[in-house]
């Protein structure tokens, strides 16, 4: 009988150990699988996101006695672009080793991007832009590549 008690102390001991680690187990995988989903659907979120917008980099050279002026007439009219249909983003960037100027921009497409180049064509601010450069500005459009 001692025999049985032990060995059914000792089976009981080990059940309880195979039961906690059993549901330490399961705990993890469920909150790994949480956690594997919630990345899953912000990736495919950003993915979704990224497929939508476009980078645009348009980069110009400007001569270092018009850049006071030039920052004049971008603090005047940044807001106008950042507040067109489809851009949502415009970054600024000079290199005035280079008398480089860059404009980062976010645009949800090409044709929003084109649309506003047109717009601002038509209202005169592309030739007023254009006054204080050196070369006509280079554009390029890039896709994100989510790696």
Request: aromatic residues 10%; charged residues 25%.
């Amino acid at each position: 009988m001692e025999i049985l008690s032990k060995a059914f102390q000792k089976s009981k001991r080990g059940f309880l150990k195979l039961s906690i680690a059993s549901s330490l187990v399961s705990s993890a995988f469920l909150v790994n699988k949480n956690c594997f989903a919630n990345q899953k659907t912000n990736s495919n979120d950003a993915e979704r996101k990224l497929k939508m917008t476009k980078k645009v980099i348009l980069e110009f050279k400007v001569r270092n006695d018009n850049v006071k002026p030039l920052m004049a007439f971008l603090a005047k009219n940044l807001a106008n672009v950042r507040n067109f249909d489809g851009c949502s983003q415009v970054e600024v960037y000079h290199n005035p080793e280079e008398e480089k100027m860059i404009f980062d921009e976010v645009w949800e497409s090409v044709e929003h991007h084109q649309q506003y180049l047109g717009h601002i064509t038509d209202n005169g601010v592309m030739a007023e832009l254009a006054s204080f450069l050196v070369s006509k500005p280079e554009i390029k459009y890039f896709d994100s590549i989510n790696l």
